[in-house]
């Protein structure tokens, strides 16, 4: 065997592989692995993966949304999922599944598209964060391109005494975003 070749362990379930490093097998949770099992039990389903992230110890967290919305039996069922996938008696880790949370930056397509007509906050790269709602998303290859975000706002016009409500639509390329947040309502 080759030092640090990518094998997959006999009696071990597929998310595990090992490397040989003198004649040591080190087991190692595959973060690709695990994106790819959380995909495959979610497909067909209103659920969707953000995000996994595997973090030494075998730290594994995933973060799950969902087109209606995120409810703890869908977390739990991942969770269990992905769980008895793995044999406690070979390796030890642990697991995190849960919601994005509202307050953190949209990742995937899929999110974008489930808040169009929804408000956001944008903040470019260059320039200052712009709150609207989320007009459109245009899409190649399932990333993202561009959105347009619908802004309103009382502005002053020239030969009037009063303010008026202004409606402008401003286009971002996705290469020109540094995050796009939900705008949290209690009203």
């Not at 703890?72 to 969770?79: H, V």
């Amino acid at each position: 065997m080759e030092i640090g070749k990518r094998i997959i362990c006999e009696g071990h379930k597929p998310p595990f592989y090992a490397l040989n490093f003198s004649e040591i097998l080190i087991e190692v949770i595959d973060t690709k692995t695990i994106r790819k099992m959380s995909e495959d039990f979610l497909k067909g389903t209103p659920g969707f993966v953000v995000d996994v992230h595997v973090a030494a110890g075998n730290v594994i967290r995933v973060s799950l949304d969902n087109d209606n919305r995120t409810s703890i039996e869908d977390c739990m069922a991942l969770s269990r999922h992905i769980e008895g996938s793995f044999d406690r008696d070979e390796e030890d880790f642990s697991l995190d599944v849960g919601s994005p949370g509202l307050d953190q930056p949209l990742k995937v397509l899929r999110q974008y598209k489930k808040l169009i007509g929804k408000q956001v906050m944008v903040l470019p790269k260059i320039g200052k964060k712009i709150e609207g709602e989320l007009m459109s998303i245009e899409d190649s290859e399932g990333e993202m391109v561009s959105l347009v975000l619908k802004t309103r706002e009382k502005k002053r016009i020239e030969g009037r005494k009063a303010k008026q409500w202004v409606e402008e639509d401003h286009t971002f390329n996705a290469s020109d975003i540094e995050w796009t947040k939900v705008i949290i309502s209690f009203k």
